[in-house]
């Protein structure tokens, strides 16, 4: 009876980069790319429009609604844009963390604490099985992540626009 890879691999289950990979997809922040559709769109729009409530105040301090709505609005809506791409750098950040460990042909890991790191070199079946999962589920995420802040970059600099023609 032939072992699998996996079941000789001394690293801790919860550090191996396929079940870090597992976690991810299912935790509540960090599964919004995997969302079908636009439900990550949606998301990052709820988030946008809730951080109106601090902005806006703060827009409407610096611009008063009746001498300057244009500015109130792009400053507000800019503004909002912030937490939006907090939230994106996180995500981004985890996705790009695990995909990296997928791909490495090595695991670092920790058998009891931050003081002794060890290294184990991954088995060929088990690499091509995560740098699969790299090339079908990570990166496109990471595609899609990239996307999105290049939509919202450019949003902030058409505003930007907009507000020097104001």
């Known amino acids: 009876m032939t072992r699998s890879p996996r079941s000789v691999c ?3 289950e919860e550090q191996q980069p396929l079940n870090e990979f597992s976690e ?3 935790a ?3 599964s919004w ?10 998301k990052l729009l709820w988030i946008w429009a809730w951080s109106w409530l601090v902005v806006g105040p703060v827009a409407a301090a610096s611009f ?3 001498k300057d709505l244009a500015h109130f609005l792009l400053g507000a809506g800019g503004g909002a844009v912030l937490p939006v791409l907090l939230v994106l750098a996180r995500i981004y950040s985890a996705w790009s963390y695990v995909g990296r460990r997928l791909f490495s042909e090595k695991i670092i890991y920790e058998e009891s604490g931050w003081y002794d790191g060890q290294v184990w070199e991954k088995a060929p079946e088990m690499l091509a099985q995560d740098r699969l999962v790299v090339s079908y589920e990570v990166k496109p995420t990471l595609d899609r992540l990239r996307r999105l802040v290049l939509i919202l970059a450019g949003t902030l600099l058409a505003g930007a626009a907009v507000w020097g023609l104001v």
């Not at 995997?34 to 990550?40: E, I, S, Y």
């Open 10 to 12: 001394p690293v801790p």
């Open 24 to 26: 991810l997809k299912e």
């Open 28 to 30: 509540w922040l960090l």
């Open 33 to 42: 790319p995997t969302l079908p559709g636009r439900g990550l769109v949606i």
């Open 64 to 66: 008063p609604l009746k």
